[in-house]
């Protein structure tokens, strides 16, 4: 900061301890309006050093086209004696930039005009942001009175303080109608009382959320029918801090129809469904009659051959042999003559039982007829005798009440590749079977001939 001598002491040392701190900028002239000081704010903003611009005519550091307004400004100055403010557009670094000017007098001790100081500040951003402010403000003016949906502003009393012309059309009123009214005219009469409790709640706790999140809202129409809506809420303070609330009203009158003729399409998509399950099961369950042994829960005979044929087909394919084990309950019918056929249920139950829980998922178990049972064993050869011993023994270990021990004996035969149909191996497993009720029962046979390439 540079300076005069002709400013007074007492001003000068105000003005250098001011200006230095400060991105305003200061000018001091004298009466003749030649420069006595500036900062350094002002020297950028002139683009002319202190050292060049002392003594010189304010006139010649200013843009000829503003210079008259400026100089004028100065001049009333001196003539009033009083400060004047004004603004201009001054081009700093080539960008036009504006500065509220404020031009006052300096005195001496003796209160005599001295001197003439000037403070301007760049308040470009806060024009600009005032005039963005403005245009958001119409533009947000301007979406919300074209919006197709319902909007309104209550304060926190619920009093309507705006309204767009879609909540005007929506609610059948006009627009002078609704401004001034209380919210509770558009909310059906039952629901008044609670509605009041509901916004007094709100304006103590607001938040940004969905009206009736869950429930089904309905809003009342001039004419007193009602209409089915979402509403959005949301809450904001106006310049003088006063509460606001915003509500954005959705009339949903076309998907609550849409929703109940999907309801009614979905209540008989469901007895169409719980019919067909019905259907299906019915047909599941004569399947299982027809196919499986209703004591035992086993495939029954006729599946079992089905299965047998499709084997021996894929055998036939794929070289993959299968094993066959035939298992008869050793003095059956002594025990039915003994205890009676109650008895003789259960025990065929039991043994069942031992067979399906000894097999694996690929393997297919049936009872063949009276006390006998069959298994297939795909893709076996050498294991079936270990399959069928391990049934064997776990039947004999067993203890069944009032029977006490059981035992059965079982044929075990591998099916060849060269086998015609499935009804060889079936016969030699059935044959190995009442070899070993020969050989004195509870044991495993295996069928060895005819079929001499078995493994």
């Known amino acids: 900061m540079q300076e005069d001598r002709a400013l007074p002491g007492v001003v000068q040392n105000a003005f250098l301890a001011i200006a230095d701190q400060t991105t305003d900028c200061f000018i001091a002239v004298d009466l003749d309006l030649r420069i006595l000081a500036m900062n350094r704010a002002a020297e950028t903003t002139l683009g002319i050093p202190l050292a060049n611009a002392l003594g010189r005519h304010v006139a010649e550091l200013l843009p000829h086209d503003h210079a008259p307004q400026i100089l004028e400004h100065f001049s009333q100055v001196l003539r009033v004696g009083s400060p ?30 001295v001197a003439l100081g000037c403070i301007a500040r760049d308040v470009s951003e806060r024009l600009q942001a005032e005039a963005a402010q403005r245009d958001r403000k119409n533009l947000s ?20 303080l705006f309204a767009n012309p879609a909540c005007a059309t929506l609610f059948g009123y006009r627009l002078e109608d609704l401004i001034g009214s209380s919210i509770e005219l558009l909310v059906p009469e039952a629901l008044r009382q609670r509605h009041v409790l509901l916004r007094s709640a709100y304006a103590t ?7 009736g999140r869950g429930m089904s809202l309905r809003c009342r129409h001039r004419d007193g029918h009602f209409i089915p809506v979402e509403i959005g809420l949301n809450h904001m303070h106006s310049d003088d801090g006063s509460f606001r609330v915003i509500a954005t009203i959705v009339d949903i009158s076309e998907r609550k129809e849409l929703e109940r003729v999907t309801s ?15 259907l299906l099961a019915a047909n599941r369950a004569l399947d299982q009659l027809a196919r499986h042994d209703v004591l035992t829960g086993l495939h029954n005979r006729r599946a079992f051959i089905e299965r047998l044929q499709e084997e021996h087909l894929r055998m036939g394919r794929t070289g993959a042999r299968y094993a066959l084990v035939f298992l008869d309950i050793d003095h059956f019918k002594a025990i039915n003559d003994t205890y009676g056929h109650r008895t003789g249920d259960a025990v065929l139950k039991h ?19 009276g006390e006998e049972f069959v298994v297939l064993l795909p893709n076996t050869s050498e294991h079936a005798v270990g399959f069928a011993e391990k049934v064997r023994a776990t ?8 029977v006490g021990k059981l035992t059965v ?19 030699a497993a059935d044959r190995a079977m009442y070899e070993a009720k020969m050989a004195g029962r509870n044991r495993v046979v295996r069928h060895t001939a005819p079929n001499p390439g078995s493994g």
């Open 84 to 113: 004047r403010e004004f603004e201009e557009v001054l081009h700093v670094s080539g960008r036009p930039r504006i500065f509220a000017t404020s031009t006052f007098p300096i005195h001496d001790d003796d209160g005599t005009t």
């Open 141 to 160: 003016h301007s979406v919300v009175e074209g919006a197709p949906v319902a909007m309104l502003m209550t304060d926190k009393d619920g009093r309507i």
């Open 205 to 211: 706790a607001p938040s940004s959320r969905q009206a």
């Open 264 to 278: 009614l399409n979905r209540i008989l998509d469901r007895i169409v469904r719980e019919r067909t399950e019905a």
């Open 351 to 369: 043994v069942a039982s031992i067979i399906q829980d000894s097999s694996r998922m690929t393997d297919y178990a049936a009872r063949f007829g």
């Open 395 to 402: 039947i004999a270990q067993d203890t069944i009440a009032v």
């Open 409 to 427: 004996s079982i044929g075990v035969a591998v099916a060849d590749l060269d086998d015609p149909n499935e009804e060889v191996a079936l016969n």
